[in-house]
C-alpha cells in the first residue's frame, strides 16, 4: 500500500537551484515547488545556497587548510574531475539528509558530488539519479556524441575537449570507478527522454531499476499569447516571418548554429527577405553575419512570462542541436503554439513529432532543416494544424503538474517497497541560523533491503 504523499520527505542534490544552476537548475526549481504543493516535503543541496531559503542548503564541504581544493588541483591533472569532495562522505551529517526519506541526485559531475561517496550514501537512504545528461555512464563527457567506446569501457577518448573537459586521458579508469559506484550503491535511474532510456539500457548501469520520466512545464505561463500583440511588445515588424533560436550557450558546438547558418543562407533569397531572426540567449550576437537574415537580439531572458511572449511572436523555433537528452525550451514553444523544427538526435522525437508538432530533419542535414523552415514558412494551414497540435501535445504528455505527479508516485512507490514506518527516525530539528548545519551521522534505515538499494520499480512504456 503506497504511503500518504504528505509523509514523502526528499532531499534534492545539484549544482545550483534556478539560474545558477542553468537549465537543469531552472527545471529542478520548478519541480521543487509543484512538489511541495503536492504535500511532499522537498529540500534542496547545492554548491552554495546563496540565501535562496530555508528549503535550501549547501552541500557539506571540508575546507580545512583548503583541503578539497589542494586535492582538486592533483586529480585534475589526473584526469579525474569529480572525486575531490570529501565533503560528499559527510552528507549524512547534515539535517536535511538525516530528515529524508530518500535522496534524489540531478548530477554531480562539475565538482558537485564525488561519485565515489555514492555507496555509503545508498547505505542510509535510498538513492536516485536523473539521467540529465549521458555523464554517468561515460569516462568523462556529458555528450559522447557519435563516440561509443563508453559500451566497452572508455580509454583512448577522441574528445578530452568535450565539457567536462579533461586534462588527460583517464576515461577508462575513470568509466571504472564510476561503474562500480554507480552499481555497489544499487540506486535508481530517472531517464528524462525515450532516446536516454534506450542509451542506459545498454550501458555499464544497465542492470539498475530505471523509470522514465520526462519534463513538463507550466502551461499556465507557457501559452498563446496572441501573435500580433507579442510582436507590437518585442518591437517586432508584424509583416514578416519570425524565427526564434535560443540557447544557455549558443557557441558550444553541441549547439549547432553552424547548421543553422549552413540552413538559413540556403533559403530562397524571395523567401530570406521576409525573415527576421530572433535570438534568446547567450552567444547569438553572431549570428546576423553568420545567417544573412536581420537579428532581433534578446539576450539571455530568464522571465518565463517574457519567454513565453517571444514564443508566442514567433512563426517557428528553429532547434538546430546535434545532440540533447530532451530539449525544454521545445516544449514552452509548443506549449505557446509555436511549431518547432529540429533534428533527429536523442531525446527530441519524443515531443517534435512530424505532422503533429513540427518537423525533424536527419542529423547534420542542414538542407533539410531548410527543406522544413521553407515548407512550414509557406504553408499557413499546416503551421495552424501544428500549433494546435504542439499546444494538445504538451498539456496532454508535458506539463508541470504531470512531471510532479510521476516523482511522487515514483518516491512512494520506492518508500512502499522499503517498509519505510518501521525504521522512519524522528524529524531532526531545524538547523539555528548561527549554528553549522551538520549533526551527528545517522543509523541506517531498518525495513527493506540492508544494503539500502532500491527495489525494482515498475517503468512505464512512455509518457502516459
Known sequence: MLIEASAVRVVHI????????????????LLHQRLLRLGIDSKMLVLDDAGTGPDVSRLPRVETLSLERRIRAVTRRL???DIHRLGSFRLDRHTFFQNADLVHFHGMHSGTFSYLALPRVATFRPTLLSL???????????YPGDCERWKTGCGECPSPETDPAIARDATHLEWRLKSRAFNASGLGLVSKSAWTTRVARVSALRHLPLTEIPYGVDTAVYRPRGKGRSRALLGLPQELFVLLVSGSDMKERRAGQDLLARSLRALAPDLAARCVLMVMGRGGSELG?????????????????LRAVAFSASDLYLLPTRADVFGIASIESQACGTPVVSFRVGGVPDHVRPGETGFLAEPEDALGFRDGIALLLENEAARHRLSAGGRASVLRDFDLSLEASRHASLYEAILSGRKVGAGRPPVVPPIPLDEPRFA?????????SESGTIAPVAEPAGPD
Open 14 to 29: 545539484y549544482r545550483g537551484i534556478g539560474e545558477s544552476g542553468g537549465a537543469v537548475g531552472v527545471a529542478l526549481s
Open 79 to 81: 584526469g579525474l574531475n
Open 132 to 142: 540529465h545528461d549521458t555523464w554517468a555512464f561515460t569516462g568523462h563527457c556529458a
Open 289 to 305: 553575419s553568420a545567417t544573412g537574415l536581420p537579428v532581433r537580439d534578446l539576450g539571455y531572458v530568464s522571465d518565463d512570462h
Open 440 to 448: 551527528a551521522r545517522p543509523a541506517p534505515r531498518t525495513g527493506g
